[in-house]
């Protein structure tokens, strides 16, 4: 691990053992992503989805947060207003997904197209994190992400399972936190990152932004709002060495 | 519970997919119609940063004192210990205490 990440280089190596890595580094998300089939099982259940429903829409959507949205709001008797609606959900919740694919451009370019948008597909938030530190540590392998991505995917599909029978224990999923749960993940990442780069600015630009959009406007602009804000900021004020 | 057939809520879960498999998907593809230049260069590599921060600061903020609590210790745990696992339990563990206590 101790290629330069900025180095830019025509191809960029993509093995089985990085795929292992990528998977083992997200190990300490197994726990939280079953917690958190738990309680997207629960809304689920509650709202009449079957079991196929259920695992249907862990294996496709793959994304926790967007999933308990639209669940809060699953119609009982459907019409196309409805799907527009939760598709909306969707949207509005997973605009980040926008910009953390971007963030992966300058790295992944080299690899093959027909290889990464299959892995974007199922790319994760606590997958995307993994494999942004590993970057910032001086990781280029494509397997990782790969690894990172897959391993995740099929873990939250797994989580459907104990979650929809048994989710009613966990009824209400901030009694134990669980709505920072995403906050706590992305700390835990950022922390060794920020220590390491000991660059502030984007995080301090990000942060300030969103805080004060998510005092303005309700709903999830507050992510994109921040995350632009802080990538220009950088841009402007130019290099730091 | 046997609920009957309804297609539409295969079709609601369709398009939940489809939105989000497109939202993971276009990123990267509209980055690589552009030329990188370098000061494009320079937002994209503190993209992941800002990001981290416009999720972090928010949710920690509106989730009450186990936020405010609750996602500074996990920073310290994580310098301490560098475990992630061990650092997601204490968040978890202290925001449950926390609000355990009517906070």
């Given amino acids: ?241 | 519970m046997s609920m009957p057939f309804e297609p539409f809520s295969y079709i609601g879960i369709l398009a939940m997919a489809l939105v989000t498999v497109c939202l993971r998907m276009t990123g990267y593809w509209i980055v690589g119609r552009f030329p990188l230049t370098p000061r494009f260069r320079r937002a994209l590599e503190a993209l992941p940063l800002a990001l981290f921060a416009a999720t972090i600061i928010p949710l920690a903020v509106k989730g009450g004192p186990a936020g405010w609590i609750a996602t500074p210790i996990v920073a310290v745990a994580m310098l301490l210990t560098g475990k992630e696992a061990i650092a997601l339990l204490v968040g978890v563990a202290v925001a449950t205490i926390v609000r355990a206590n009517g906070l």
């Fill in chain 1, 1 to 241: 691990m101790s290629t330069n990440p900025r180095l830019r280089t025509a191809h960029i190596p993509i093995t089985a053992r990085a795929a292992r890595e990528g998977a083992r580094m997200c190990l300490p998300y197994v726990p939280g992503f079953f917690i958190m089939g738990a309680a997207v099982g629960t809304f689920a259940a509650q709202k009449g989805l079957t079991l196929a429903e259920a695992v249907i829409m862990n294996a496709l959507v793959c994304a926790a947060a967007a999933q308990m949205v639209a669940l809060q709001m699953w119609p009982g008797e459907w019409n196309w207003l409805h799907v527009l609606a939760v598709a909306g959900v969707a949207f509005m919740v997973n605009m980040r997904f926008v910009l953390s694919g971007a963030s992966l451009r300058p790295w992944l370019a080299p690899a093959p197209a027909g290889f990464v948008y299959p892995v974007l597909g199922v790319l994760t938030d606590q997958a995307w994190a993994a494999s942004i530190r590993y970057n910032a540590e001086g990781g280029r392998d494509f397997g990782f992400v790969a690894g990172a991505s897959i391993f995740l995917w099929l873990v939250w599909i797994a989580a459907s399972l104990p979650g929809y029978f048994i989710g009613a224990l966990i009824a209400d999923p901030r009694v134990y936190g669980l709505d920072l749960l995403i906050a706590f993940t992305f700390m835990a990442t950022l922390t060794p990152i920020l220590r390491r780069s000991r660059d502030y600015l984007p995080f301090v630009v990000g942060g300030a932004v969103a805080l004060a959009v998510s005092l303005v406007l309700d709903g999830f602009w507050f992510i994109p709002a921040g995350a632009v804000a802080g990538a220009l900021a950088a841009a402007i004020v130019g290099p730091r060495r």
